[in-house]
């Protein structure tokens, strides 16, 4: 029983310090319309998708990030890429991308494939984490 009260204890302790990473995702499959999907979320922040096309056969995407309170809002963005099939694609080698935004202020994401097989995307949104030193 000590034993059983010792883990749990250790679970808790462990939790209490792990990072929230919930957020939202704009997702567009191939020929089809972008949904907003949220994942457990409380973070105060919308995605819009303003324009979808191809560049010189890259798709391009541009994405409205807004923030839907009135103090600022420190995130991060990462977009993923999926063939005509909705198989994840490799990523085009950035990590996550740091934006803030003012309350109630909107900016755009711009993002281009990273080859010509990606005809679907998802944004994904989430407060920046913070590296413990």
Known sequence: MKAYGAAL?????????STNTSGVALYAPAGGAATLETHNSSLDATLTEQSRRQQNGLLQVNVILANTQSGDNHLQYLFYWYDGSGQELA???????P???????????????????AQGYRVYVREVIEESN
């Open 99 to 117: 934006i803030k935004l003012h309350g109630y202020q909107s900016r755009t994401l711009s993002a281009l494939a990273p080859n010509e097989s």
């Open 91 to 97: 990523s085009d080698g950035r990590g996550w991308t």
């Open 9 to 17: 204890g250790l679970m808790l302790l462990l939790s209490a310090c």
